[in-house]
């Protein structure tokens, strides 16, 4: 309804942080790319397994002096899973209590996702990824999202080892991408969800070069390997990319959608991590996912702010020199100087760099569950707390009364999605 829109815009009206002027448009016109490492964990930053590195391209990639990688980023993800990160990546909007925007809403509603701003601004816009168009109801959701072209199975070789679980495994999936990316108009847009890396890790025998962690869980003990393969399918990727010129034309983001491992594996965890216990906190921690941007004349590093999934659009979009001041997102630019640090877990939890409520109870920044608050620091927990339902409830309430329809962000055009058609998945 009309009063629940304007209750969404007087939130905004205090709630969005300015973009920092020393990043703003510093990526203007340049191609984009979005990178997704499936349930690609920050812990798996710089592990080994017996002295192996797992993952030693992502981890180059981190600590590039181009690159800006954020160590305090967290997946906010809900049932949903690789769908609710995607909602907040390109929409900057949560996932629900229950099932998937994209599945539920995906179709019928009206959004001013991330392509459609650049689609309207002259960029190509696609998406690839190696299992079914239908999966998470992408076809129809990729549209209303402004998606020029979807590169979804159908377009790709296919022979029965080329796939493990849901789709083409990554190395096969990018040497095929190529050759579309190769024909699209720049500057494009272009996002490459990956796959291979999903829970239960499988992968056969001949793409397995490192061992397996040996906790003992089996769910667990593939995870290393799986990621390892991604690894170097990104490798191979990033390789073509400066073959081919795109690296130093192109800003490139990647990041990790979900956690791999699940709470269900605590002893697990605890051993991966050389912990003796996992406490609520440590679970929370281990939600981090990794955030990089690079893009030549960045001035990389790691940034310790406390962001997540939902900060991802008014960040990219600042880099990119878009206006953002009027658009309907619930995150802020990482890259702000003034934002507020509060992240939101859908489930009402939240984290943040001096407090953090996790299940009933409360924690300080030592992971030590806070007694003896202050009437001052009460506040400041009741405020983060009231943030977190605030964001979670505006959210809903966008998503299930479908309240962008009532409202355009100037220089915007709504969304016509019959001006798209994907020839393999139209069905
Ligand atoms: C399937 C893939 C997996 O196409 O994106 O989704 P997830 O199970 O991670 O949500
Ligand atoms: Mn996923």
Not at 5 to 29: C, F, M, P, Q
Not at 85 to 92: F, H, I, P, Q
Not at 232 to 248: P, R, V
Not at 257 to 284: E, P, R, T
């Amino acid at each position: 309804s009309s009063s629940d829109l304007n209750e969404v815009l007087n939130y905004l009206k205090t709630n969005r942080a300015a973009a920092n002027v020393s990043y703003y448009g510093k990526a203007k016109g340049k191609n984009v790319f979005i990178f997704h490492l499936e349930s690609f964990q920050q812990f798996l930053i710089n592990y080994k397994v017996n002295g192996q590195e797992v993952t030693p391209n992502v981890n180059k990639f981190y600590s590039d002096s181009n690159t800006l990688s954020f160590d305090n980023f967290f997946n906010q993800v809900g049932q949903g899973k690789t769908s609710d990160a995607e909602t907040m990546l390109e929409n900057s909007l949560f996932g629900l209590p229950s099932g998937s925007v994209m599945t539920s809403y995906g179709t019928s509603n009206t959004f001013q996702a991330l392509p459609a701003m650049l689609d309207q601004k002259g960029y190509s816009t696609a998406a690839f990824h190696g299992d079914v168009g239908s999966f998470w109801n992408r076809n129809n959701t990729y549209k209303s999202w402004g998606y020029q072209y979807f590169f979804n199975d159908d377009y790709y070789k296919q022979k029965t080892n080329y796939s493990v679980g849901y789709g083409l495994k990554d190395k096969i999936f990018l040497k095929q991408a190529t050759q579309y990316l190769e024909q699209l108009p720049q500057p494009f847009y272009a996002k490459l969800i990956t796959v291979t890396n999903h829970y239960p890790y499988e992968l056969d025998k001949e793409n397995q070069s490192i061992q397996k962690t040996t906790t003992g869980d089996s769910t667990v003990d593939g995870y290393v390997q799986t990621a390892h393969y991604l690894d170097q399918a990104f490798g191979e990727f990033i390789s073509y990319l400066k073959k081919s010129g795109l690296y130093d034309n192109s800003m490139i983001v990647v990041y990790g959608d979900h956690y791999g491992i699940s709470n269900n594996h605590k002893k697990a965890i605890a051993q991966l991590l050389g912990k003796s216990s996992i406490s609520s906190y440590d679970l929370a921690m281990f939600q981090k996912v990794p955030f990089m941007i690079h893009s030549n004349g960045l001035k990389g590093g790691v940034n310790h702010t406390y962001g997540g999934e939902i900060d991802v659009m008014p960040t990219l979009m600042d880099l990119l020199g878009l206006k953002n001041t009027d658009t309907i997102q619930l995150g802020n630019d990482l890259l702000s100087e003034n934002r507020n640090q509060t992240v939101a877990f859908r489930n009402g939890d939240f984290v943040s760099p001096t407090y953090s409520k996790i299940g009933s109870k409360v924690y300080d920044s030592n992971g030590q569950v806070a007694s003896n608050l202050t009437t001052e620091q009460k506040k400041s927990v009741d405020g983060m707390q009231a943030r977190t339902n605030k964001v979670l409830s505006l959210s809903d309430k966008i998503v299930t009364g479908d309240l962008l329809r009532f409202y355009t962000p100037s220089g915007f055009k709504k969304v016509d999605k019959r001006q798209y058609s994907y020839k393999y998945s139209d069905g």
